[in-house]
């Protein structure tokens, strides 16, 4: 299949544009689009045909539930079988935006699209071409990352066609995303609430507008087991090359390796003084934890791109606000 690329407005989309990308998820195919976490892969979240072609352009296993994207909280609550104060409340607070809510799902939704879960994960998203796709297809959109599975997710279109061109009908290229990291996901059903992924929306933020929840994600202990969220398996998110968080004289662990003849790539804080081996790629991140959630996904890209051997990380700081990054990288460090 040939990829069709068009560019896009960020701000204002084009509506013939936006008209022809609904017609293809319409019509059953798979539309990546913009969202303001990262690059989505769209297909109709009520068909089954379409739901699987989306798994499989993606390689993702069944037992892993994908994200319902919709355009209000009105059209959300049409998709569950209950819709708890508290969904209202945050809703109220944090849509559009990258807060993920998981509710009991009505049977419309396609049990593909929730991987035999009973409920399923709803969200508005914050980004013009993302609202305007989902409201000229008058459908929910089914919308895990435009990556395929275990990689890396995409904040640039160019991400999404290293793994999926020539897998998907359309990309809509809106430049860069500006969040970087994937929503966070919260899981209604119980009592407490419980955080299921970190993301751009913070624990405290939550518990500001619906009080304590459950912070500790279940633990997985198998990514052969499909419950209570596939998505926590623990090898996600991950570069090519094997990455590892270094709280102190990383600049001694780098020269260390590049002293046995690898290629490496580190992300630290500050500019090394001494100029660069040729075999080092540096990339200096900020220090502020939105901005760095930001660049996080796109400095990995560069530096699988660049064919480095081994990725070193500076261990950012282990406040709240840093919980999505740490969270990530935690993911890109496992190899299994
Ligand atoms: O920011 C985001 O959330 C992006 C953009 C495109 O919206 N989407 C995204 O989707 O990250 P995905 O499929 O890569 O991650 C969805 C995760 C699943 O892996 C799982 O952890 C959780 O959301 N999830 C979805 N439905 C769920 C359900 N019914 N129960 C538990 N977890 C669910
Ligand atoms: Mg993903």
Redesign the pocket.
């Known amino acids: 299949m040939k990829t069709e690329i068009i560019a896009i407005d960020a701000q204002q989309p084009d509506e013939t544009v936006i008209t022809h990308a609904a017609e293809i998820v319409r019509r059953g195919g798979l539309v990546a689009f913009p969202?303001e976490?990262?690059?989505?892969l769209g297909a109709d979240a009520l068909n089954v045909e379409a739901v699987t072609r989306l798994f499989a352009a993606k390689g993702r296993p069944a037992i892993?539930?994908?994200?319902v994207?919709v355009a209000s909280a009105t059209a959300a609550q049409a998709l569950v079988a209950d819709w708890p104060a508290t969904a209202a409340r945050l809703a109220n607070c944090f849509w559009p935006g990258?807060l993920?809510l998981?509710l009991p799902k009505r049977p419309e939704i396609p049990s593909a699209v929730?991987a035999g879960?009973p409920?399923?994960?709803l969200?508005v998203?914050a980004h013009p071409v993302a609202l305007a796709l989902i409201r000229a297809a008058r459908l929910p959109i089914a919308?895990?990352?435009a990556n395929r599975s275990t990689c890396l997710?995409p904040t640039q279109a160019g991400h999404v066609l290293r793994g999926l061109q020539g897998r998907i009908d359309l990309l809509l290229d809106a430049g860069p995303t500006a969040g970087g990291l994937?929503?966070t996901?919260l899981?209604l059903t119980t009592v407490p609430p419980r955080l299921?992924?970190p993301?751009l929306v913070s624990p405290a933020a939550l518990e500001e507008v619906i009080g304590p929840i459950e912070r500790q994600p279940p633990k997985i202990t198998s990514d052969q087991e499909a419950l209570?969220?596939?998505?926590?398996m623990r090898r996600h998110y991950a570069p090519a090359a094997p990455l590892e968080c270094v709280a102190d004289a990383s600049a001694e662990h780098v020269r260390g390796l590049l002293n046995q003849g690898r290629r490496v790539g580190w992300l630290t804080f500050a500019a090394p003084h001494a100029s660069c081996p040729s075999n080092l790629q540096v990339i200096v991140m900020p220090a502020s934890a939105p901005a760095y959630a930001a660049q996080l996904y796109a400095a990995l890209h560069q530096l699988d791109a660049a064919g480095v051997e081994r990725i070193v990380v500076d261990l950012p700081p282990e406040d709240d606000e840093w919980l999505a990054v740490h969270d990530r990288l935690s993911r890109a460090k496992a190899r299994e």
Do not use: W
Request: proline share 17%; no cysteine.
């Open positions: 969202t976490t990262v690059y989505g892993n539930p994908v994200i994207h990258p993920t998981v929730s879960l409920t399923v994960g969200r998203p919308a895990p990352s997710s994937e929503s996901v899981d299921l992924r993301g209570p969220a596939p998505g926590l």
